[in-house]
């Protein structure tokens, strides 16, 4: 049983920094695809980030730069810091996991087999 656990979200003032991090449970984390996602309230899940064994990266254009996914495969977990955040930035902020996408396919929710319970990051302006 694969299991994700989120942490870090928080209330933040706008332009301020948090750091999310995912920890998975069960299966071969270092082969998994590991991506972010974020769902705002009446709004669609919406993709942010992901990155695969190999360290490849790939970003939503609304970073813009200001979010960085790592992973570190010793501790089984992928972080998102995310810097110079907006209030439009507020949302859960979900991790997702898969053992096999292809890469057109990374950035659609309905293709990760495993989710975590989402964190809260609030954004104040």
């Known amino acids: 049983q694969v299991q994700l656990v989120e942490s870090g979200g928080g209330l933040v003032q706008a332009g301020g920094s948090l750091r999310l991090s995912c920890e998975v449970s069960?299966?071969?984390?270092?082969?998994?695809?590991t991506a972010w996602f974020r769902q705002a309230p009446g709004k669609e899940r919406e993709f942010v980030s992901v990155?695969?064994?190999?360290?490849?990266?790939s970003y939503a254009d609304f970073v813009k730069g200001r979010f960085t996914i790592s992973r570190d495969n010793t501790k089984n977990t992928v972080f998102l810091q995310m810097e110079r955040l907006e209030p439009e930035d507020t949302a859960v902020y979900y991790c997702?996991?898969?053992?096999?996408?292809?890469?057109?396919?990374?950035?659609?929710?309905?293709?990760?087999?495993?989710w975590g319970q989402g964190t809260q990051v609030t954004v104040s302006s």
């Open positions: 997702a996991a898969d053992a096999n996408l292809i890469l057109s396919s990374r950035r659609m929710s309905a293709q990760y087999d495993y």
């Open positions: 069960g299966g071969t984390f270092s082969s998994y695809i």
């Open positions: 990155t695969d064994r190999y360290r490849r990266t």
